[in-house]
Nanobody, 126 residues
Framework: QEMLVESGGGLVQVGDSLRLSCTAS????????MGWFRQAPGKEREFVTR????????KYGDSVKGRFTISRDHAKNTVYLQMGSLKPEDTAVYYC???????????????????WGQGTQVTVSS
C-alpha cells in the first residue's frame, strides 16, 4: 500500500499555475512534517518545501520562494503544493515526502524523510 499518493501533475505553459496534492494513507501523518522534493532530468533531487505538523511553519527552497505555497488539510490528510509563475526550469518529477518527529536528519535533505511518494511529472512548456 502506498503511504503517500501524489496527483495533479501535468503539462502547463510558462507563467501558468498548477496545484499538486499528496494524500497520506494513515492518520498518523498528521503529526509529521511533510514536504516536496523535485528531480529534473540529469539533476539531483532538490528540496522544494516543507510544512510543520500544525501547518504554521513552512520553508522553501530559494528557487521557488515567492512562487510556490505549501499547505495542508488535516481533515483530508492531504498536503498541497500551489505552484505559480511556472518556468521551464520547474520541469521535474515532484515527490511528496514525510518525516517522523524522531527523525534527526536535516529537513532540507533526502535523508531527512522516511516516506516518499511515487512522484508526479510536471512539465512547463515554453
Amino acid at each position: 500500500q502506498e503511504m503517500l499518493v501524489e496527483s495533479g501533475g501535468g503539462l502547463v505553459q510558462v507563467g501558468d499555475s498548477l496545484r499538486l496534492s499528496c494524500t497520506a494513507s494513515q492518520r498518523a501523518f498528521s503529526g509529521y512534517f511533510m514536504g516536496w522534493f523535485r528531480q529534473a532530468p540529469g539533476k539531483e533531487r532538490e528540496f522544494v518545501t516543507r510544512i510543520s505538523p500544525s501547518g504554521e511553519e513552512s520553508k522553501y527552497g530559494d528557487s521557488v520562494k515567492g512562487r510556490f505555497t505549501i499547505s495542508r488539510d488535516h481533515a483530508k490528510n492531504t498536503v498541497y503544493l500551489q505552484m505559480g509563475s511556472l518556468k521551464p526550469e520547474d520541469t521535474a518529477v515532484y515527490y511528496c515526502v514525510a518525516r517522523t518527529p524522531w527523525n534527526t536528519g536535516s529537513g532540507y535533505s533526502e535523508s531527512g524523510y522516511e516516506y516518499w511518494g511515487q512522484g508526479t511529472q510536471v512539465t512547463v512548456s515554453s
